[in-house]
């Protein structure tokens, strides 16, 4: 198997920076320089993006970013002792030693094995004692693979191995509570491991029985039934669903993400002792095998716009492939069929009285336009049931899809639209979780998710709509499609430049999702007769394109201004721009948020503005210039993308010239290691 680490990996005592994306970028250009990355910037953006859902810092003064990337060819570990120590969000302070994981995507099972064996060692003071101790490169080299080499930790009586099968005769007839536990994150190499063996040491001390199913990349061997019926709690640290939920169906829960796992692994087995206890305690619902985070306990503490903002993106995330692929077969019926394919009912009056055998005055074009028209229409027309479906989805899991879907289906017939499949979704899925909660003799709990809840919830969801809400958000619906499909002039433009802002703001982040879903959902009102959803869409695209080019257009034109790194990273973001992959320009923003996301703002709403006016329209809600076929005025939207992009890419340049920067000297400058 491929050595995982070499001194050449290895960085011992140096200053790497004073913040983790200094320390990773630096790791990750180790990496590729030992031939086992393809590139630096695409490695470090994978680790770097990972690192901001999770702080890799652990108690001890270490930390573990970590990452699967497509841009590393081989697993490999790489290693610093810092000199100045940099925080990695641990709550004991900064880390000065740091293992960087670089997985590929899709790395073997044996490998993965190995590396969260390592992160579980860096749970152990004597090997981290050692590690600091190191003199050479070789001897880190040669600690890590002792490390690798031994066989796991015994752990306490009563307990089990992470990895291993667990069976009812391991538990201890004295202890007082059992306990069982799930450890997930969602790269499934380093935070899983170390917190199920942070959990496991910390009930030893106390004198419990608890035993850990690790649900990592390595695969999982799910805990013994038995032992889980005898459990008198569960815990969950967890950053992921956990698969097989319902199997703890009815314990006692304890819910918090992986990380607090290992920086407070006493505090949960406590919570976890209590909640045996208390008949209030919140427990694992008997038809939640996949009920997302936000229904645990502590849900309560998280704030609810953020919970409505969750589900909502859910339903969004969901619908966006029936726009994507219905947008993109109406804009190829047109070009196959002509524009007055959506005329009258010229498709269905194609598809009725011909075939493929029969063609309309033998015009194979004119007959497969309407059928690519016909499927997309299809396709659009569940826009609004599955956005309603998956909010539902998003609040009560499963047994919300069908009445969420049922009411989006009440919200498009009476003419309520995307609005009225947003509060459709809500109804139903507060209606089934609500629902869901109720407490039913144990022969009934097997028809609950599959019959019970869909056909109430369905019953309370549609029949508010049918009967109170669907009219007035009709109404409301109406009026607002009244107001986008009258905007000229001042109007549009004012639009186009507030789109433009968000679309470059946080380049993929929340507000930049926020204005791209509002163009996705308005997409199906989108027509020939009414095209200012259309408007919004290519508006929203144009934008989004920006800064990804204009990085690439500075790097081209001021190459002294930017590291080679930077230039590389800059050849890769012309077809990111051009592609419509606003994150192209996340490694820029990252290394320089004060200019780069100004100067991207600017240039978006440069951009956003001149689509507006123009009148540019776009029926694909993704894919950029590679789905010209669907922009209308294609001419001015590429004008308006290469006006955006030379702004952005002037001020950008401005900016770094006359902008107050930090001093050169004063940035921390690694200094490499021999082999």
């Given at each position: 198997?491929?050595?995982?680490?070499?001194?050449?990996?290895?960085?011992?005592?140096?200053?790497?920076?004073?913040?983790?994306?200094?320390?990773?970028?630096?790791?990750?250009?180790?990496?590729?320089?030992?031939?086992?990355?393809?590139?630096?910037?695409?490695?470090?953006?994978?680790?770097?993006?990972?690192?901001?859902?999770?702080?890799?810092?652990?108690?001890?003064?270490?930390?573990?970013?970590?990452?699967?990337?497509?841009?590393?060819?081989?697993?490999?570990?790489?290693?610093?002792?810092?000199?100045?120590?940099?925080?990695?969000?641990?709550?004991?302070?900064?880390?000065?030693?740091?293992?960087?994981?670089?997985?590929?995507?899709?790395?073997?099972?044996?490998?993965?094995?190995?590396?969260?064996?390592?992160?579980?060692?860096?749970?152990?003071?004597?090997?981290?004692?050692?590690?600091?101790?190191?003199?050479?490169?070789?001897?880190?080299?040669?600690?890590?693979?002792?490390?690798?080499?031994?066989?796991?930790?015994?752990?306490?009586?009563?307990?089990?191995?992470?990895?291993?099968?667990?069976?009812?005769?391991?538990?201890?007839?004295?202890?007082?509570?059992?306990?069982?536990?799930?450890?997930?994150?969602?790269?499934?190499?380093a935070h899983t491991y170390m917190a199920a063996?942070?959990?496991?040491?910390?009930?030893?001390?106390?004198?419990?029985?608890?035993?850990?199913?690790?649900?990592?990349?390595?695969?999982?061997?799910?805990?013994?039934?038995?032992?889980?019926?005898?459990?008198?709690?569960?815990?969950?640290?967890?950053?992921?669903?956990?698969?097989?939920?319902?199997?703890?169906?009815?314990?006692?829960?304890?819910?918090?993400?992986?990380?607090?796992?290992?920086?407070?692994?006493?505090?949960?087995?406590?919570?976890?002792?209590?909640?045996?206890?208390?008949?209030?305690?919140?427990?694992?619902?008997?038809?939640?095998?996949?009920?997302?985070?936000?229904?645990?306990?502590?849900?309560?503490?998280?704030?609810?716009?953020?919970?409505?903002?969750?589900?909502?993106?859910?339903?969004?995330?969901?619908?966006?492939?029936?726009?994507?692929?219905?947008?993109?077969?109406?804009?190829?019926?047109f070009l196959l069929g002509g524009y007055d394919?959506?005329?009258?009912?010229?498709?269905?009056?194609?598809?009725?009285?011909?075939?493929?055998?029969?063609?309309?005055?033998?015009?194979?074009?004119?007959?497969?336009?309407?059928?690519?028209?016909?499927?997309?229409?299809?396709?659009?027309?569940?826009?609004?049931?599955?956005?309603?479906?998956?909010?539902?989805?998003?609040?009560?899991?499963r047994p919300g899809i069908a009445p969420g879907?049922?009411?989006?289906?009440?919200?498009?017939?009476?003419?309520?639209?995307?609005?009225?499949?947003?509060?459709?979704?809500?109804?139903?899925?507060?209606?089934?979780?609500?629902?869901?909660?109720?407490?039913?003799?144990?022969?009934?709990?097997?028809?609950?998710?599959?019959?019970?809840?869909?056909?109430?919830?369905?019953?309370?969801?549609?029949?508010?709509?049918?009967?109170?809400?669907?009219?007035?958000?009709?109404?409301?619906?109406?009026?607002?499609?009244?107001?986008?499909?009258?905007?000229?002039?001042?109007?549009?433009?004012?639009?186009?430049?507030?789109?433009?802002?968000?679309?470059?703001?946080?380049?993929?982040?929340?507000?930049?999702?926020?204005?791209?879903?509002?163009?996705?959902?308005?997409?199906?009102?989108?027509?020939?007769?009414?095209?200012?959803?259309?408007?919004?869409?290519?508006?929203?695209?144009?934008?989004?394109?920006?800064?990804?080019?204009?990085?690439?257009?500075?790097?081209?034109?001021?190459?002294?201004?930017?590291?080679?790194?930077?230039?590389?990273?800059?050849?890769?973001?012309?077809?990111?721009?051009?592609?419509?992959?606003?994150?192209?320009?996340?490694?820029?923003?990252?290394?320089?948020?004060?200019?780069?996301?100004?100067?991207?703002?600017?240039?978006?709403?440069?951009?956003?503005?001149?689509?507006?006016?123009?009148?540019?329209?776009?029926?694909?809600?993704?894919?950029?210039?590679?789905?010209?076929?669907?922009?209308?005025?294609?001419?001015?939207?590429?004008?308006?993308?290469?006006?955006?992009?030379?702004?952005?890419?002037?001020?950008?340049?401005?900016?770094?010239?006359?902008?107050?920067?930090?001093?050169?000297?004063?940035?921390?400058?690694?200094?490499?290691?021999?082999?």
């Open positions: 198997m491929t050595q995982l680490i070499t001194p050449q990996l290895v960085s011992l005592d140096q200053n790497l920076g004073d913040s983790p994306a200094d320390v990773i970028r630096v790791l990750a250009g180790k990496v590729a320089a030992a031939g086992r990355a393809s590139e630096v910037e695409g490695l470090f953006a994978d680790a770097f993006a990972r690192e901001q859902k999770t702080a890799t810092g652990v108690p001890g003064g270490i930390a573990i970013p970590h990452c699967r990337s497509a841009a590393v060819t081989e697993p490999t570990l790489a290693m610093a002792r810092l000199s100045h120590k940099v925080d990695f969000g641990a709550k004991d302070g900064p880390a000065d030693i740091i293992f960087f994981i670089a997985a590929p995507e899709g790395a073997d099972q044996e490998h993965l094995k190995l590396l969260s064996k390592l992160a579980r060692s860096l749970i152990k003071k004597d090997f981290t004692a050692a590690l600091r101790a190191a003199a050479t490169g070789q001897d880190i080299v040669d600690l890590v693979e002792g490390a690798l080499a031994d066989k796991p930790a015994a752990h306490a009586a009563g307990a089990v191995a992470a990895e291993a099968p667990a069976s009812a005769s391991a538990a201890s007839a004295t202890a007082p509570k059992r306990i069982v536990a799930v450890t997930a994150c969602p790269t499934g190499i063996d942070s959990l496991v040491a910390a009930a030893k001390e106390m004198g419990v029985d608890l035993q850990v199913e690790t649900q990592g990349s390595g695969g999982f061997t799910a805990l013994d039934p038995s032992v889980i019926a005898a459990a008198d709690a569960v815990i969950f640290a967890v950053d992921v669903d956990v698969r097989g939920k319902e199997r703890f169906a009815g314990k006692p829960v304890i819910n918090a993400p992986v990380k607090r796992g290992i920086d407070e692994p006493a505090k949960m087995v406590q919570e976890a002792i209590a909640a045996a206890s208390d008949p209030h305690a919140h427990r694992v619902p008997h038809f939640g095998a996949e009920e997302n985070a936000e229904h645990a306990s502590e849900a309560a503490s998280e704030h609810l716009g953020t919970k409505v903002k969750k589900v909502l993106l859910t339903g969004v995330s969901y619908m966006i492939p029936f726009v994507a692929g219905g947008g993109l077969l109406i804009a190829l019926g394919i959506a005329l009258g009912t010229k498709a269905n009056d194609i598809l009725v009285n011909n075939s493929l055998f029969n063609l309309p005055n033998g015009n194979l074009a004119l007959y497969l336009g309407a059928v690519a028209f016909k499927i997309g229409g299809l396709s659009l027309g569940f826009l609004v049931p599955a956005l309603a479906g998956y909010i539902a989805f998003g609040i009560a899991d879907f049922v009411a989006g289906a009440v919200a498009g017939f009476m003419g309520a639209g995307f609005l009225g499949g947003l509060v459709g979704g809500l109804l139903a899925g507060l209606t089934a979780h609500w629902i869901g909660t109720f407490s039913v003799p144990r022969w009934l709990r097997g028809l609950m998710p599959v019959v019970i809840i869909p056909l109430l919830a369905s019953i309370v969801a549609s029949g508010l709509m049918f009967l109170f809400l669907g009219r007035p958000i009709a109404l409301l619906t109406l009026g607002l499609n009244t107001w986008l499909t009258g905007m000229t002039g001042v109007s549009a433009v004012v639009l186009g430049i507030i789109l433009g802002l968000m679309m470059c703001f946080d380049l993929g982040g929340p507000v930049n999702k926020v204005a791209y879903s509002f163009a996705v959902a308005g997409l199906g009102a989108g027509s020939l007769a009414n095209p200012a959803p259309l408007q919004i869409m290519a508006a929203v695209m144009a934008a989004g394109m920006v800064p990804p080019l204009a990085m690439a257009l500075a790097t081209t034109l001021n190459k002294k201004g930017f590291s080679l790194a930077e230039r590389e990273n800059g050849k890769a973001a012309w077809l990111l721009g051009a592609s419509f992959i606003s994150e192209g320009a996340i490694p820029f923003a990252a290394a320089d948020p004060f200019r780069v996301i100004p100067a991207s703002m600017v240039g978006g709403a440069v951009t956003g503005a001149l689509c507006m006016a123009a009148g540019v329209t776009s029926q694909a809600p993704h894919g950029g210039i590679f789905v010209f076929f669907a922009i209308g005025n294609l001419a001015m939207f590429v004008i308006s993308i290469v006006i955006g992009a030379v702004v952005t890419a002037l001020v950008l340049l401005a900016l770094k010239r006359w902008a107050v920067r930090k001093p050169v000297e004063a940035e921390p400058v690694p200094v490499p290691v021999a082999a």
